[in-house]
């Protein structure tokens, strides 16, 4: 039996980052110096952080960018306590791996997809969940256009796939990978006849509305925001599957990390959204604040993850 499908909603405000990060380049030379500031906080020693991302974090931000961007938020976080942090942009999840088992990072922030795939592996202590205007949650969608026939994933088989690569951990996307399995597909990579990975969902969107691809997985709000400016889309784009709510960001710190240490950081970054600085910092993640983590909040992932590996072992035993 057929799934009905969605139609799509309006959404309310879209700002490009590009201008935002022309607007925060201008604040530069008020947001610098505040890294330099002495210590008001108090404390008996300065505190040195090193805070870790993982690249599938930035929505349509290229890594040169993200590292300058990182930089100065770090720089604002230790002007808190008047200690110092440094940052990296992790290309990969083993990269992110590596550096938490050595050590070497303190604080990251991932993908729910990639903190899920990490907890097992190296001790993490979730802080925060990002939040986006006033939900937590964000949805995948899967997108074709109305007048193509398609009507359920099987219909595009052999057909070709785009989507945002911040929405794939080590190259994959496990919610699409569990559809396909569920109607049976043993090896989902060869399900399309070519899948590729772009940095912004508008590179995802328009190609399939231009008719140059078949399908395309972005998130509902990218989709809403797009169809929002441009009624069209609307019009002419079907969605034909929808996840369940995810959050979009997770920020933890790695276990053994000092107590002192990891509460002066909650601190911190709880308070973000109390100055300007953060707030445009924020912005630039597409974040608005930050929320404080619950296990709940990750609990239809959960459910995600143990469908995909029951029904990966399923198909295996029949090969």
């Not at 079907?238 to 000092?258: D, Y």
Request: aromatic letters at 6%.
């Amino acid at each position: 039996m057929k799934k009905p499908v969605r139609r799509l909603s309006v959404a309310t405000h879209f700002v490009k980052p590009g201008r935002l990060l022309r607007r925060f380049i201008l604040l530069l030379p008020v947001v610098l110096p505040l890294a330099v500031l002495p210590n008001t906080s108090g404390a008996a020693e300065a505190v040195h952080t090193s805070v870790g991302f993982s690249v599938s974090t930035f929505l349509d931000v290229e890594k040169e960018r993200a590292q300058a961007i990182t930089s100065i938020w770090s720089n604002l976080v230790a002007a808190k306590w008047g200690g110092t942090a440094s940052t990296t942009v992790c290309k990969s999840l083993d990269d992110l791996e590596k550096k938490l088992r050595s050590k070497h990072l303190d604080l990251v922030v991932l993908l729910p997809e990639e903190y899920l795939q990490l907890r097992n592996k190296v001790n993490l202590e979730p802080l925060f969940v990002s939040a986006r205007d006033k939900d937590i949650f964000d949805r995948l969608v899967l997108v074709v256009r109305r007048d193509s026939n398609a009507r359920c994933i099987s219909d595009l088989k052999g057909k070709t796939l785009i989507q945002q690569h911040t929405l794939c951990a080590k190259g994959r996307n496990l919610w699409l990978d569990t559809i396909l399995m569920r109607t049976g597909v043993r090896k989902p990579e060869r399900f399309f006849a070519q899948s590729r990975n772009v940095l912004k969902p508008s590179a995802a969107i328009l190609p399939v509305f231009f008719r140059k691809e078949d399908a395309c997985v972005v998130t509902l709000r990218s989709l809403q925001v797009m169809a929002d400016l441009n009624p069209q889309l609307k019009r002419e784009l079907l969605v034909l599957e929808e996840s369940r709510p995810r959050p979009s960001a997770i920020i933890a710190t790695r276990k053994g990390l000092p107590a002192s240490h990891r509460e002066m950081l909650r601190d911190v970054l709880q308070s973000l959204d109390r100055t300007v600085q953060g707030k445009q910092l924020l912005t630039l993640f597409r974040m608005n604040r930050l929320v404080p983590f619950r296990p709940e909040y990750l609990a239809r992932m959960e459910e995600l993850f143990r469908e995909h590996d029951i029904l990966r072992t399923r198909l295996a035993k029949r090969n």
